[in-house]
């Protein structure tokens, strides 16, 4: 089912250059519009934007909400370079011969995704900050992790087990971060 899964997505590669640059846009460049746009709401969720507001309190608020939205996505990532070592799965290319991914991503094992890991994390962490705003984050993160499908770099239970890894940092961190 992974592999059909895989193909089903793979297979709409290689026939129009538009789709092939969309696809490495969202799986390459969108994660970095991603960043900038946590920072944004940071500052707007912290209260930073108001001139008023811009004075010690605020600044801490502003540091303590980054380190509860990036420290989560560090330990994915981490986490994920870890097991990725530890599991040993070759990436979609590697395993199919056939395949060739749309850029050339390094050349580490594919289980968990870093990235699936590191935008699922920041998503949820955002999520338990402000709901609205961690559900478009959600969205954001299946968009790329389905173009790094789509791309021929990752298999979908890359992606999903990079999802669950980021998600379960992220309610960890917030759970314990509520008792501290």
Known sequence: MNNQIFFFFYNFTHQSGFFDKLVVFFAVYFPLAILFSVGVFLLYHSGVYKRENFNKIVIKKLILNSLVVFGPAFFA???ATILKEI??????FVQFSKISPLFNPNQEYAFPSTHASIFSALAFSIFFLHKKVGYIFMLFALLIGLARITAGVHFPIDI???????AVVAYLVAYFGKKI
């Open 77 to 79: 990532f981490l986490i």
């Open 160 to 166: 999903f087990g990079g999802f669950i890894l980021g």
């Open 87 to 92: 599991i040993h799965i070759d990436r979609s």
